[in-house]
């Protein structure tokens, strides 16, 4: 199974993220120009949490509240799960089922180096079942 560094490998290496201080309404802004559906939350180089689409539709539409005047900080989720490079792509997938979230930070050496996603994952475990079955087919035909 693949570890975390080598899914890092693929992605693009830049870490989309917001200020605490930003509003919502700019997180969804910059979401929605990269296609992607969480932010971390950076205060300087410290990762002070994760702003997710969830977090918006629980926490801004359903309380009432308005984009352009809500901060980051006020509704994203700070208690966030990390993970180290070091960690397998099933590592990852365990996680997220367990805690029911779709994007995991990774964090090495105390520095946010990444960040792998539900699709991240799904994705190299399809790409190792293909080859595990590529594999043993042409060991059966071979």
Do not use: W
């Not at 993220?17 to 180089?45: I, K, S």
């Not at 993970?83 to 099933?90: A, E, G, I, K, L």
């Amino acid at each position: 199974m693949k570890t975390v560094a080598q899914v890092l490998q693929r992605k693009a290496l830049t870490v989309l993220g917001v200020g605490p201080e930003d509003t919502v309404f700019d997180a969804l802004r910059l979401m929605a120009e990269h296609d992607v559906g969480a932010l971390l939350v950076m205060d300087g180089e410290r990762l002070a949490g994760i702003f997710s689409e969830r977090d918006y539709a629980r926490k801004v539409i359903l309380m009432g509240k308005a984009s352009r005047d809500t901060r980051v900080r006020d509704i994203m989720t700070e208690r966030v799960h990390v993970v180290s490079p070091d960690n397998t792509v099933d590592d990852c997938l365990g996680i997220m089922t367990d805690l029911r979230v779709r994007h995991l930070p990774v964090v090495q050496g105390g520095r946010v180096v990444g960040v792998v996603s539900i699709g991240d994952a799904v994705k190299e475990t399809i790409a190792d079942q293909r080859f595990q079955i590529q594999q043993l087919e042409s060991y059966i035909s071979g």
